[in-house]
């Protein structure tokens, strides 16, 4: 082993991210359902939750309930934000149409029904209906263990 250490530096170079060495195309393509499920799941608990800190009234809300709202709809659009972005990654993947609709659908009608009105039982009408078609689709990613080639 020469004391410059030039050994350790070609083998640094030769161990890179496209490597088929570093990590095989399974494990790749395994990693990255991992990481889209995460982050699909992610954007559900984000709406989830920015739905229940927001709650809902009949009424206009006082000023203090009115600045609950305001946060709790910040992390429902940052919620619609992941699942759009969710449904862009999964479109990318190769995943069947309806599985990006699905997953993308959460993101469209809670941000559509937030901005709508923001102290309506609309968001939650719409999580009832979108959470469920959301997680079909992971669970179809899942059944077929992310491999599906584009055709």
């Not at 609950?68 to 990654?89: D, I, T």
């Amino acid at each position: 082993m020469s004391g410059d250490g030039s050994s350790c530096h070609r083998y640094a170079e030769s161990m890179t991210l496209g490597d088929s060495a570093w990590m095989s195309a399974a494990a790749r393509r395994r990693a990255g359902t991992i990481a889209w499920v995460l982050l699909v799941l992610a954007s559900m608990a984000l709406i989830a939750y920015g739905i229940f800190r927001a709650g809902w009234s009949v009424w206009l809300p006082v000023p203090s309930e009115m600045e609950r709202s305001r946060v709790g709809n910040l992390y429902v659009y940052g919620g619609c934000a992941l699942s759009l972005a969710a449904a862009v990654w999964s479109h990318t993947r190769g995943n069947p149409v309806w599985v990006s609709v699905c997953v993308g659908l959460p993101g469209i009608l809670l941000a559509w029904a937030t901005m709508n009105d923001p102290y309506h039982l609309t968001r939650h009408l719409a999580a009832v209906v979108t959470f469920p078609l959301a997680l079909g689709g992971v669970a179809d990613v899942i059944w077929v263990r992310g491999y599906r080639k584009r055709r």
